[in-house]
C-alpha cells in the first residue's frame, strides 16, 4: 500500500477533530496589553502607521524573491507560453502587478507565476491567501496536480498536460457527507506522500469525490448566517413580509460605516486594503445564487456581524477548557471555518484581519460589529 494511503487511514481513524493548527492562539498578555484595550481612535491610528500591516501583492513577491529580476523572469515565462503575447503590453501588465496598480486576479496567472520563479508550495499558498482570500485548494484537482509538480520541480505545461489525462469531476453544490476540515487535510497529506505520476494519478483518483467540496462549505456557512440577518428570530414561522431584504441586510449590517467611493486614488493603502471587495447587494445576490464564489472577506464579516451565536457547528465543544478568553474562543472558531473552506487563517499582519480580530476583542455589553464600524468611521473620517 502506498504511503500516503496508509497515512489516511490512520489521520480518518483518529476522528473529526479541528486541526492542530486552528488551535495556534494569541499570547493572551500580549493582546490583552497591547491590542483590545485601544480605543477605535487608537486602533485607527495603528492601522494607519504600521507599514507591515498592509502588505501587497507586489511587495509580497519582492520579499518572496529578492534576488531576482521578476519582471524579466515573468515576461520571458509568458512568452515562452504564448508567443502571441505582445512583449511590451505585456512589460506594462507586469508592471503595474508589482506597482500593485492593477494585480492579478486569475488564479492561473499565481500558479504561472509561481513556477517561473519557482516558489515554494507556502509562498503559493500565502501569495493565493492576499489575492482572493483563498490559499491553495486541496479540493481542487487541478490545483492538487499543480501544486504537486511546483513542489517537485517540474514544468507547469507538464503539469497542464497530465492534467488533461486524467478524469474530470464534477463541482458539488450538495453539503459533503465529510463535513470536518480533516478532510482537507487527508487530501493533502496524500499528495504530499506521492512520489511518482503513477502514484500522483492513484492518488487523484483516490480522492475523485472529495474534489469541488470546498466552495460548498463555504456557500454552507454563508446561507446560515444569511439567513439570519434576513430573519432574525428563532422561529421559521414568521410570514414572508417580515424577512429583511438583502438591501435592508446591508443598510442594517453590511455597511459598518464603509464609505461609498468607486475612485481609489485618494485613499492611502491601508484604506485601500481594507475596502477591496467589501460587499454590496449586487455582489449578495450573486452568490446567493451560486454565480459567484464566496468572498473570505464577506464570511468574516458575517461572522462579526452574527458573533457566530446559533449556529450549530461542532467546533466551540471541542475547544480545550484552558481556552476560556472570548478572543481565543472566537479566533480558535473563526480559523476553523476559515480553514473547512479553504481559506487564509487569519492573518494579525493583514489590516482587515486585524480589524476582525479587534472586533472580536468586544467586551461583554459591546458588540463586534459596533466596535469595527467604530474603527471604520475613524479610518476613513
Known sequence: MCTWMENEKSMTSSGSE???????????????S????????????????????SRS????????????????TLRAFFLELDPTLKPRSLTKKLQNWLADRNPPTSREELYKCAFALQLREEQLDYLLAITDGYGIQYRDGREVVLVWFLRVGRQYREACAFF??????????EFPVESDSVVTHIVQD???????????????????????????????????????????????????????????VMDTYLELKMPYTRSRTKLTPVQRLIKQNWPNETAIKDIRAHN?????KLLMLLYVVTENEGYDEPYADDIPDSF???VHDHWLILNAILIDCGMARLDVQNAFDWLVLYALGAREEEAMSERMEAVISELYE
Open 164 to 173: 488533461e489525462t486524467l478524469p474530470p469531476y464534477e463541482p458539488t453544490e
Open 292 to 296: 459567484a464564489d464566496v468572498p473570505r
Open 18 to 32: 479541528i486541526p492542530p493548527v486552528a488551535y495556534r492562539a494569541l499570547d493572551d498578555a500580549l493582546w490583552q
Open 34 to 53: 497591547r491590542y483590545a484595550d485601544m480605543t477605535p481612535c487608537e486602533a485607527a491610528r495603528f492601522l494607519r502607521e504600521k507599514p507591515h500591516i
Open 190 to 248: 496524500s499528495f504530499q506522500r506521492v512520489m511518482s505520476l503513477d502514484e500522483l494519478r492513484v492518488c487523484y483518483e483516490h480522492n475523485l469525490h472529495r474534489f469541488g467540496t470546498q466552495h460548498a462549505r463555504a456557500y454552507h456557512y454563508f446561507e446560515n448566517y444569511l439567513e439570519r440577518l434576513i430573519q432574525p428570530t428563532s422561529s421559521k414561522l414568521l410570514p414572508e413580509e417580515r424577512k429583511y431584504s438583502i438591501r435592508t
Open 324 to 326: 476560556d478568553n472570548r
Open 57 to 72: 501583492f507586489g511587495e509580497t513577491l519582492r520579499r518572496m524573491c529578492p534576488d531576482v529580476n521578476i519582471i524579466a
